[in-house]
């Protein structure tokens, strides 16, 4: 199997539903917006780590706070939306307490991926709740993870049947360097020019 350097014929019919590069957060904005007001839903979005807590550092940060904002109301235009991300620290809280997880280890030991489904499940537990009557034992809830399924796959580590094209894998690194860049291009930082002799 050859990597794939341009998008093929499948990529190009899927590509309006996929954002992973740096122009693809406004264009998911104006995709929702526009889903919205013209009450068209769409089967599945794919979400790389676009929408990721260290955007709220930087100069997409109005972006950021807008999707949060539009993420509660997201499937009536979306049924299905597919986030990854490299850990679930860089998910917002927003959208980890909402979702199904799916989570792979790679064991290059042992040569296999093991993906695990963990869903969050409401789960009742005695609480002290303060009344006019003084402290009594009420039910409260918190969302608790619950694994559904667990699935293993051989891995081959000569194969790149896993691996993620390179021209999505060019958009997502360009992403990842501008944000980057912009998290540490702050004012307090010095540039090359400013360095110590």
Do not use: C, H
């Not at 014929?9 to 122009?23: E, H, M, N, T």
């Not at 930087?58 to 807008?66: G, H, K, N």
């Amino acid at each position: 199997m050859g990597i794939a350097t341009e998008p093929d014929s499948i990529d190009k019919i899927l590509a309006p539903a996929i954002y992973v590069g740096l122009g693809d957060l406004s264009r998911l904005l104006l995709d929702i917006q526009d889903m919205a007001a013209n009450r068209r839903i769409i089967r599945a979005m794919f979400v790389d780590d676009v929408i990721n807590k260290k955007l709220f550092y930087t100069q997409w940060r109005r972006s950021y706070i807008d999707f949060l904002r539009a993420w509660q109301l997201i499937r009536t235009v979306a049924k299905v939306v597919v986030f990854t991300g490299i850990t679930k620290d860089v998910m917002p809280n927003e959208i980890l307490s909402t979702t199904t997880k799916v989570y792979a280890y790679k064991d290059l030991n042992l040569r296999r991926i093991t993906y695990t489904v963990w869903r969050s499940q409401l789960s009742p537990r005695p609480a002290p709740v303060e009344s006019k009557e003084g402290i009594k034992l009420d039910t409260s809830y918190k969302f608790l993870p619950a694994k559904e399924i667990e699935d293993v796959i051989p891995f081959d580590l000569t194969s790149r049947m896993f691996a993620m094209p390179e021209w999505l894998e060019k958009r997502i690194d360009e992403r990842k360097r501008a944000v980057l860049s912009s998290l540490l291009g702050r004012r307090f930082y010095r540039t090359r020019d400013d360095e110590e002799e």
